[in-house]
Nanobody
Framework: QVQLVESGGGLVQAGGSLRLSCAASGLISRSYAMAWFRQAPGKEREFVGAIEWSGIMTLYTDSVKGRFTISRDNAKNMVYLQMNSLRPEDTAVYYC??????????????????????WGQGTQVTVSS
């Protein structure tokens, strides 16, 4: 059973930065993709971005392009979300997700939460104005 644990959330002022981490355990293969989603109060869970196994290919939702960067360290089974130029509208609980398979498909596929098999418990990010 894959377990995912997020960390690094907190309170930050607008324009600031945070780095979220996601530690994966219980993996049975190194060939897996990872994603970040977020959910703001009263809103549906939203895709933030994804990264394929090698770390070369990534996908992002338009609202975070140029501000957020996903990276991974396969030796440590870690995935990161570097968030810069944070805005109040980035306030949400951030979740990491995992599925087996090395590559990424289309944005429409990867942005669908049901395509991801395992989820962490989430970490709160609050951006004050």
């Amino acid at each position: 059973q894959v377990q995912l644990v997020e960390s690094g959330g907190g309170l930050v002022q607008a324009g600031g930065s945070l780095r979220l981490s996601c530690a994966a355990s219980g993996l049975i293969s190194r060939s897996y993709a990872m994603a970040w989603f977020r959910q703001a109060p009263g809103k549906e869970r939203e895709f933030v971005g994804a990264i394929e196994w090698s770390g070369i290919m990534t996908l992002y939702t338009d609202s975070v392009k140029g501000r957020f960067t996903i990276s991974r360290d396969n030796a440590k089974n870690m995935v990161y979300l570097q968030m810069n130029s944070l805005r109040p509208e980035d306030t949400a609980v951030y979740y990491c997700a995992q599925r087996y398979g090395s590559g990424l498909y289309s944005y429409s596929v990867e942005s669908t939460s049901s395509k991801w098999a395992y989820w962490g418990q989430g970490t709160q990010v609050t951006v004050s104005s």
